[in-house]
């Protein structure tokens, strides 16, 4: 189990790095590239724009800024000394071991153009609001998906059953941000039973993250965490509605061939009651696809978020990508979409897990 | 002999036929010969909801052609002048306001007739759909095809190349490239939409041809010297046209959802050109004044469209592909 | 040697009978039209007693076990008619859970397929199990227990091992060494096999009919075998019942139907069993098909593949083309469908009793 994990791990290595080659190729291949922002502006000079290229290092041949990007040259370095840390060691080594202490495999995803600050730190503030948003949709995708395929299943031909697959077909054919458009206009501009956008109360509640939000938390929990539900209400829906429509049509054809297999029949005839028919035999064994399709999907759920969090102004990384590639801030860019990656692989590195704890006839070899 | 003679219509299995055959040997059978697109349009004839959504998708394109003739999208030529913040007029079957008719109501601020814009929407939205859906299917080809066919450390060079993007969200991809490299006219980012696309199409490319190339009739196509090049084009190729034709037609269906919303974030087709996504733009900064009709009518084009769509490529799995299931 | 024909038909059940399945008709409504699957069936097995139900595929026999055990899905099932007495209950009417009990219980099921019939995911233990767990209502341990003790009945090598062991890892023949332990571990008072033997090896064909047999004279359960080859049944069973399109063509003891086949449709399925008296010579198969369900001949079923079936020239006398024979009894238990049994065409049963009547000439 140990050793697949491993090979799994060592297989998304390379995954990885053509990822971030393939993004830094597309953003530094733009033919204004990060100072593109400037040409509007008169009053730039183009000195300035010579140094601000200096300056980050968008003077250098293409190659290079990737290896800076990456930790495997050292800025500081001339020749082929870009290859050799401060510490006179290869600088793609731990920064422990004596490499250097720039660069994504150093854990430093460089600055923000916009506004300087390290780009760790713009992102990690909005990683919770996202996962707080994303984690409570996936959760609710997974098992409202799950039941109603499989009461559909169960119910084939049932009243139930057609209106699921009335809902299927719409929602599938929704687009996520208009459907979240219409919710605020139904919810939020005529009912007015649910906020149109942020993620608190801003005239009640302190901005979320600072060390009033935690105080207040820590003061009046219930205010705060209803609030936050109230405001997660929406973009919730928005972002689960298309999911659970083409999913639970996954379901329901996963459990159906489930159901008419042989095997549900031997149970049958051993006398189990159907509903251990259905949960005990059928059900593990529908499963199997879904599991797989789930780690699939999980990127859906980010390109959901990035509608989501648009439209209700929701402070997570789909906004941050939106406003950063807004501002040519590529520094941020390749942040947020390396983090993006790694969440991706890792999600289907666990639905494989998770496939074959399930499956016993998948061996770990 | 032969004094009864029926004309087998239906589309019997081969098993079927000779069953009948052997049943009544006294019958003279006249079978139709119908080749496989015959076939698929039967089955396809048959299936209600797929005829629906085709006609559906055939009144949309007749709307995208010939509507901007009668349906001018800049109806007004001037807009109120004296009025600051034009609050825009709700349908005309609402408000009871015949003049001038307004099936759709009216944006805000510039005051544009929402029907000439949906109806020009249409046109570029149907564009980019098919043409990306074109493109994409193209590279998709080919790439999962030569990789497909020829296998080993090819093989996995291009699809690790596939994978590694499909870790990203596409969407995140498109929207760089639409920011970076697009110029805001509608081939560039239907080119963008095409050069992203393919991922999917080439995996399932690859797999029909890593499949099909072990049959008997590609060894039967080397044996007699037959290029690789013919044989991919020729032998293997038509035999992965139903799987494909489906796989695009819900792909045309994803590309205008998606453009839609690129257009909508400002990323896609400039704001001067009316696509259902750019129409949207403003709707939401609207909807506390109760414009809802701007947001609606182009959102609901958009679901109609693509319901259309869903369902005629349900109808056409079902029918070119009769063992697929969903 | 009792009946096997319905004879109960007043009503009256000999107390010797487990299974006793009156007029049973079970048809599919599908797109197409209506399967009219069983149309019709009565036969009975005596206690300990041992059936075989045979015919080529599709001819209903496996609708027939289901339609007994209450498997049939509905839609598009239906279960037009009939009495399935067993143990002096109507299966047919009783309650949901009662027939539960009576499913694993009291009647066991094997299937063709021992490769799809066992489920994937579940150890061979667990599976086992769950059927002593739900009829003898034991405990975890104690049903584990069952399980190995079951797997070793039926002849299964180091069974506290296979329990644990996923039906991936076992070969075929063994995978149907499990579903026969699972079958009896509740000691049914019958048991239903549906051609057990069908999916395997030859040589592992003779073992599992010798398991079944030898298990079914341990223990005394009742057996009904579904079968396709005519030549599995005559060491197994005593009595044959022969289905033809979703009716019964043929009834006797095996000896009887085997040496002396009365209808047309069991003598073409005995002379395309290979042996070893007819080595040498040509096996001949029954030509054509069974009838599609939805173009079945207005007369006999068998007509259009009957070497024997003739055109009447006499006015009102019925034809093979146009009516369909009752099913006529023969006396000592026998009965076939065939007009040649009918009083009026003695002739022409002669004609098939001459040992060497060809089945071309005849026609
Ligand atoms: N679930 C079903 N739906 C429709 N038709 C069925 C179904 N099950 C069986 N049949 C039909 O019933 C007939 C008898 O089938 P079966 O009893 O399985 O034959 P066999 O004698 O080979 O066991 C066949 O014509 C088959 O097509
Ligand atoms: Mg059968």
């Known amino acids: 189990m140990i050793r697949y994990i491993v090979r799994r791990l060592l297989e998304a290595i390379p995954v990885v790095i053509l990822t971030s080659v393939l993004i830094y190729g597309i953003l530094l291949i733009a033919p204004g590239g990060p100072t593109a922002r400037f040409a509007q502006n008169p009053r730039i000079t183009g000195e300035q724009i010579a140094a601000f290229k200096h300056r980050w290092g968008l003077d250098q041949p293409i190659p290079i800024q990737y290896c800076r990007w990456a930790g495997i040259c050292n800025p500081d370095g001339e020749g082929l000394g870009i290859f050799i840390s401060n510490k006179g060691l290869p600088n793609i080594l731990p920064e422990a071991l004596g490499g250097g202490d720039n660069g994504m495999l150093h854990g430093d995803f460089g600055f923000s153009i916009v506004d300087g600050r390290p780009v760790t730190s713009v992102i990690s503030e909005r990683v919770v609001p996202t996962l707080i948003l994303a984690g409570t949709a996936w959760l609710l995708w997974v098992v409202i998906a799950f039941l109603t395929g499989v009461y559909a299943a169960v119910r084939r031909y049932g009243l139930f059953d057609s209106a699921l697959t009335v809902f299927n077909y719409v929602g599938f054919s929704l687009p996520t941000f208009w459907l979240g458009i219409m919710l605020i206009a139904v919810f939020a501009s005529q009912l007015r039973i649910f906020p149109a956008s942020g993620m608190w109360d801003t005239r009640t509640v302190p901005a979320f993250g600072t060390d009033r939000y935690w105080t207040l938390l820590g003061e009046d929990p219930g205010y705060v965490l209803t609030d936050l539900l109230r405001h997660l209400v929406l973009p919730v829906i928005t972002l689960i509605v298309v999911s659970i429509a083409g999913d639970s049509r996954f379901v329901r054809s996963s459990m159906l061939d489930a159901l008419n297999q042989d095997y549900v029949r031997t149970a049958r005839a051993k006398g189990v009651p159907e509903w251990r028919v259905v949960t005990k035999h059928a059900l593990r064994n529908a499963l199997l696809p879904v599991v797989t399709n789930l780690g699939l999907e999980i990127p859906f759920l980010f390109t959901g978020a990035i509608a989501t969090e648009t439209i209700f102004s929701w402070p997570g990384m789909g906004r941050a990508f939106i406003q950063a590639t807004n501002n040519y801030d590529y520094p941020v860019l390749m942040g947020i979409l390396v983090i993006t990656a790694i969440i991706v692989i890792s999600a289907n590195l666990l639905a494989d897990i998770l496939y074959a704890v399930v499956d016993p006839r998948i061996s770990y070899g | 002999m032969a004094e009864r003679t029926v004309a087998v219509t239906a589309d019997l299995t081969p098993a079927e036929l000779e069953q009948l055959l052997l049943e009544r040997p006294d019958y003279e059978v006249q079978l139709e010969s119908l080749n496989q697109w015959q076939l698929a349009w039967r089955r396809f004839r048959r299936h209600r909801l797929a005829l629906a959504g085709a006609a559906l998708f055939l009144a949309l394109v007749a709307i995208a052609i010939i509507g901007p003739f009668f349906v001018h999208y800049d109806y007004y030529e001037i807009p109120h002048p004296d009025e600051l913040v034009y609050a825009g007029r709700p349908p005309s079957w609402i408000s009871g306001d015949w003049d001038p008719p307004l099936l759709m109501g009216e944006t805000a601020r510039l005051q544009r007739d929402i029907l000439g814009l949906v109806v020009n929407g249409a046109r570029l939205s149907l564009v980019i759909g098919v043409g990306a859906t074109i493109i994409s299917v193209v590279i998709g080809a080919v790439w999962g095809g030569v990789a497909g066919y020829f296998g080993g450390w090819l093989d996995s060079v291009m699809m690790r190349i596939v994978d590694s993007l499909l870790t990203l969200p596409i969407l995140f991809l498109i929207l760089v490239a639409g920011k970076f490299l697009g110029r805001g006219d509608w081939p560039s980012v239907m080119l963008i939409f095409g050069l992203f696309g393919w991922l999917g199409l080439s995996r399932l490319v690859r797999s029909l041809f890593l499949s099909l190339r072990e049959e008997d009739f590609v060894d039967a196509a080397r044996a007699v010297g037959v290029s690789d090049g013919r044989i991919i084009l020729r032998h293997i190729l038509p035999n992965t046209l139903s799987p494909i034709i489906v796989a695009a037609t819900l792909s045309v269906a994803g590309v205008i959802i998606g453009e839609a919303f690129v257009s909508f974030l400002g990323f896609g087709v400039d704001i001067t050109q009316p696509t259902w996504g750019n129409v949207l733009t403003s709707s939401l900064d609207f909807l506390q004044q109760g414009n809802w009709w701007w947001a609606f009518f182009p959102g609901f084009a958009i679901v109609l469209t693509v319901l259309g769509i869903n369902f005629m490529g349900d109808g056409l799995r079902d029918a070119l592909d009769p063992r697929a299931r969903i | ?363």
């Open chain 3, 1 to 363: 040697m009792t009946s096997v024909l319905a004879s109960a038909q007043g009503g009256t059940r000999a107390d010797d009978v487990v299974l006793d399945v009156r007029d049973l008709r079970t048809y599919f409504h599908v797109m197409d039209g209506t399967v009219r699957a069983v149309d019709g069936v009565d036969f009975q097995i005596r206690r300990s007693g041992r059936l075989a139900l045979v015919g080529e595929s599709g001819c209903g026999k496996s609708v027939t076990a289901l339609t007994i055990m209450r498997l049939i899905d509905q839609p598009p099932g239906e279960i037009a008619s009939g009495e399935v007495w067993f143990d002096g209950r109507d299966l047919l009417t009783l309650p949901a859970d009662q027939m539960r009990a009576v499913r694993g219980g009291e009647i066991a099921m094997i299937f063709q397929e021992p490769m799809t019939s066992l489920n994937p995911v579940l150890t061979v233990g667990d599976q086992i199990g769950e059927a002593v767990k739900l009829h003898q209502h034991l405990r975890d341990r104690e049903a584990f227990e069952a399980a190995v003790q079951a797997l070793r009945d039926v002849g299964v090598p180091a069974p506290e091992r296979r329990v644990k062991q996923y039906p991936h890892e076992l070969s075929g023949g063994m995978r149907q060494r499990v579903m026969i332990a699972m079958a009896l571990s509740c000691r049914p008072k019958l048991l239903i096999a549906d051609e057990p033997t069908t999916a395997l090896d030859v040589t592992i064909q003779r073992q599992i009919l010798e398991l079944i047999k030898e298990i079914q004279e341990r223990t005394g359960t009742a057996l009904l075998l579904i079968t396709h080859d005519l030549g599995v049944v005559a060491e197994t069973v005593d009595e044959v019942v022969v289905m033809y399109a979703g009716r019964i063509v043929e009834t006797g003891t095996v000896e009887e139907v085997l040496l002396e086949p009365r209808h047309p449709y069991t003598r073409g399925l005995l002379s395309s069993i290979p042996s070893r008296g007819k080595r040498g010579q040509r096996l001949s198969v029954i030509k054509g098909v069974v009838p599609n369900p939805f173009r079945m001949p207005p007369g006999c079923k068998f007509e259009p593949r009957c070497p024997y079936a003739w055109e009447t020239s006499v006015q009102g006398e019925p034809t093979c083309a146009q009516n369909e024979p009752e099913l006529l009894s023969l006396g000592d238990g026998r009965a076939s469908r065939c007009w040649l049994h009918d009083p009026r065409f003695t002739g022409r049963l002669r004609d098939y009793e001459r040992p060497t009547a060809g089945a071309e000439e005849a026609r």
